[in-house]
């Protein structure tokens, strides 16, 4: 019997080190993403703003102003001119949006991150980042607490899950009742 305990000691301990290490690379990944995803959001952002610029810039170049431009060209007879009506209003909710996202995620304290992080994701740019994504471990303060929270999750579900579902089926059967 003790020969199977010292492997089986030998055993929860190996798991025990390699969940605490799984967990932090795959929880440190979490800082890393967001990074990335924040700066192709950057990105997307810039390429709006210089968007909304031209039709702000063909708006004065006609003495209206933007909101003036998007209601005239909004109310044209010719159905494909009044579509760009909505085109540019598309265009000036897509950098007021995608700005609030920025600077939610960019002024965000530590702890709040993950939680503004869903509030303003953006699926598409969060495929286009996931599509390109480089794992890295962040030598951040961040990136240190991301490591030990995956740590500790890991460990608790190997000690309060796992290992616990493993013992009752370790355990012996109790005693069987004697033949007659």
Known sequence: MKPARGFLHIFDSLTDRILCVAGAVLFAQGPEFMQQYLQRLGGH???????LA?????????????DQFIRQTGTNADPAVARLGG??????DRVTSLQAAH??????ALWERPIIFLRHLDVGIARATG????????????????????MLCFL?????????????????????????
Do not use: C, W
């Open 45 to 51: 952002l810039d390429e709006a703003r210089r968007q």
């Open 103 to 108: 600077d939610a995620l960019l002024h965000s």
């Open 87 to 92: 085109v540019m209003t598309d265009a000036a």
């Open 131 to 150: 599509s390109v994504y480089q794992p890295a471990v962040p030598t951040t303060v961040e990136g240190l607490i991301y490591a030990l929270v995956g």
């Open 54 to 66: 031209v039709f702000q810039k063909t708006a004065g170049q006609a003495g209206l102003s933007l």
């Open 156 to 180: 608790a579900l190997y000690h309060f899950g796992l290992k616990n579902l493993l013992r009752v089926f370790r355990r012996p059967a109790g005693p069987r009742p004697a033949a007659a």
